[in-house]
């Protein structure tokens, strides 16, 4: 069933609460009391600045009163100068504290701001493949991104702007009664209260036209993002302007949404006025015929007129206030949504970490899909012993990477179990299952840093000596000696600096540095030519001694040499065994053989 305004309605404003309620604790921590006490300090001081402000425009009337020669005893005892300095330096006292406030409270905002996305941070890597692969990075970055923002808003204006406006109208609405006529307070609550219905009103319609401008811009950052990433494939089909057009079309509906946004900022910017003014009109002609019968002084019309501006300024914000702070609850809501998003996989209770003897990779009858509907593995039951290598071959589709992606666990098994020396991956922690293997993909992709950084990346404070120990390992150490810069070289957003064989050597260098026993070569050579496969192929040979290795391979004279092949077909084994044993048997491994060495022939 759709759902109806009204219901769009009362969902958002339950995920509202629901965000205050979620922003809370980091406002109030038990385990932190200096937090507490800032925010104490802080509420405290807003209290006195806004008494101080109150305050002042009686101030005011003393000192046009003494110079008029009327009224009774001046406020403080003092003449017209000193009203007047008084009246100044309660000015100035009211910016001081409002200031003051703001650098008390800074660090719990900085604080919470910090910790909400070191939380998300984290988070976003907690969760599982299918998440990652199924969100877009532009979209997840902006989500993010506005929803940190949001918080600092809504710490900053909720506390320090709706709370204040409340207070300051109140305390004005006591003083316009007790010191003027209660016809007073009838036309100014009146016009507040047109005031705020009427800025809430519209500000609701124009957060749906802020949202869909909203979407339309992560639209068009998705684009950019993924047209960016994508350079090389852009220009090998030309496709520069269509790239432009398509960004051009999200651009296009971003601005019709913007001049939307626009045109209601203009409309609530004038009712606002409107209101406020006639309120304004209305307590001045009041004060006017207060002065003209003379149960007022000059100094009470000026002093109404001051209360009436000094409440209009507060006021005129409200709309801005709470149309952000309506849109920070939203933009805070995604990201709460993305916090609530379940782990796919995740360590069981009590979890222990992973003790590798030897490093023997079992699978009992092991079942997946990534849909329901669609299994992948059917039954797969497989032994790598301790310090042996396997090779995993077959067409594509028949579920070869898969079994890598579940022995690192980035998926769970549906069926089975897959075991590392008898103790099943789900049983134990990831963090201690990801360091005890090593993998070096098909495409090797590195972060937009040094070469000394991306090797360096394998070991958590390795020394130099170390990574360079690696390199050589790798046999990639001479050629880095020979660049200009060395170690220090950049290498380009993921890696495009270097050639396929030079990623992959500084990635087997990063592998062989983190040291693990068991080391998943996933397609690690099929993307580059002859020589280079040749050469890399020597550089995984010395990177699998005396580990357990799992080679899942597309050229198979790249495993001529394991100690057991096994072919996949739709999920399932069908042949087992030592490279010349497969192809006496002229199976399935012996067509496939036959037919690239053709290929490679021809």
């Given at each position: 069933?759709?759902p ?36 104490v ?31 009774g ?5 003092l ?40 939380e ?5 890597h ?21 929803g ?31 010191l ?7 036309i ?17 319609w ?18 950019a ?5 994508n ?8 496709a ?20 939307k ?98 490093g023997?990779v ?26 042996k ?45 990801h ?6 993909p ?60 030079e ?19 996933d397609?690690a ?11 890399i192929k ?14 899942i391979?597309?050229?198979l ?12 077909e ?26 690239q ?6």
């Amino acid at each position: 069933m759709t759902p109806t305004p009204d219901d769009v309605t009362v969902d958002e404003r339950q995920s509202g609460w629901r965000t205050i309620r979620k922003v809370a604790p980091y406002m109030w921590p038990d385990d932190q009391p200096w937090v507490k006490r800032r925010v104490v300090l802080a509420l405290v001081v807003l209290v006195v600045a806004k008494l101080i402000a109150v305050y002042t425009p009686v101030l005011y009337k003393g000192a046009v009163d003494a110079l008029a020669k009327d009224g009774g005893i001046p406020p403080l005892a003092l003449g017209a100068i000193g009203l007047t300095v008084a009246y100044g330096v309660a000015r100035m006292m009211t910016v001081g504290f409002q200031q003051l406030r703001d650098a008390i409270f800074a660090p719990v905002a900085q604080r919470a701001l910090r910790r909400l996305a070191l939380e998300t941070f984290r988070h976003i890597h907690r969760l599982s493949m299918r998440y990652h692969i199924s969100r877009k990075t532009g979209g997840l970055s902006r989500i993010i991104e506005r929803g940190v923002k949001g918080v600092e808003f809504l710490l900053r204006f909720l506390l320090f702007s709706v709370g204040p406006l409340i207070l300051e109208l109140v305390l004005v609405a006591i003083i316009l009664t007790v010191l003027f006529d209660v016809w007073y307070l009838v036309i100014v609550a009146t016009t507040i209260a047109l005031y705020v219905w009427f800025t809430f009103a519209v500000t609701e319609w124009r957060v749906k036209l802020r949202r869909e401008m909203n979407d339309q811009d992560t639209d068009a950052n998705q684009k950019a993002i993924d047209s960016l990433l994508n350079y090389e494939t852009v220009k090998y089909f030309s496709a520069e302007e269509r790239e432009a057009k398509r960004y051009d079309v999200s651009m296009r509906a971003y601005a019709q949404a913007a001049l939307k946004t626009a045109y209601s900022l203009a409309f609530l910017n004038f009712g606002q006025s409107f209101l406020i003014t006639l309120g304004l009109i209305g307590v001045m002609v009041l004060a006017a015929i207060g002065v003209q019968n003379g149960s007022l002084t000059v100094g009470d019309f000026v002093m109404v007129n001051a209360y009436m501006v000094q409440i209009t300024i507060p006021l005129n914000f409200l709309g801005t206030v709470y149309r952000e702070i309506r849109q920070s609850l939203v933009d805070m809501g995604q990201m709460f949504d993305l916090l609530e998003q379940p782990a796919e996989v995740s360590d069981k209770p009590g979890a222990r970490a992973l003790n590798v003897q030897g490093g023997e990779v079992t699978l009992e009858n092991v079942r997946f899909g990534y849909e329901d509907t669609r299994e992948i593995l059917k039954g797969v039951s497989l032994t790598v012993p301790a310090g042996k290598s396997v090779a995993i071959v077959g067409a594509t589709g028949s579920g070869k990477s898969t079994i890598g992606r579940l022995l690192f666990r980035f998926y769970d098994v549906t069926g089975g179990s897959l075991k590392i020396d008898g103790q099943d991956v789900r049983d134990v922690t990831q963090s201690s299952l990801h360091k005890a293997i090593g993998v070096v993909p098909q495409d090797t992709v590195l972060f937009n840093d040094t070469i000394g950084y991306n090797i360096a990346y394998g070991l958590d404070g390795a020394t130099q000596e170390q990574v360079e120990d690696a390199a050589r390992a790798a046999q990639i150490h001479d050629f880095i000696v020979t660049l200009p810069e060395g170690y220090e070289t950049k290498v380009g957003e993921r890696g495009l600096k270097l050639s396929g064989g030079e990623k992959q050597r500084v990635g087997i260098a990063r592998t062989l540095l983190k040291n693990p026993p068991i080391l998943l070569l996933d397609e690690a050579t099929s993307a580059l030519d002859t020589d280079t496969e040749q050469e890399i192929k020597d550089a995984l040979s010395l990177a699998g001694e005396g580990r357990t290795v799992i080679t899942i391979a597309h050229r198979l004279s790249t495993i001529a040499e394991a100690d057991q092949i096994v072919v996949l077909e739709k999920g399932e084994i069908i042949e087992r065994g030592r490279h010349e044993d497969l192809l006496t048997q002229k199976g399935r491994y012996a067509q496939l053989w036959t037919r690239q060495q053709s290929d490679e022939a021809a």
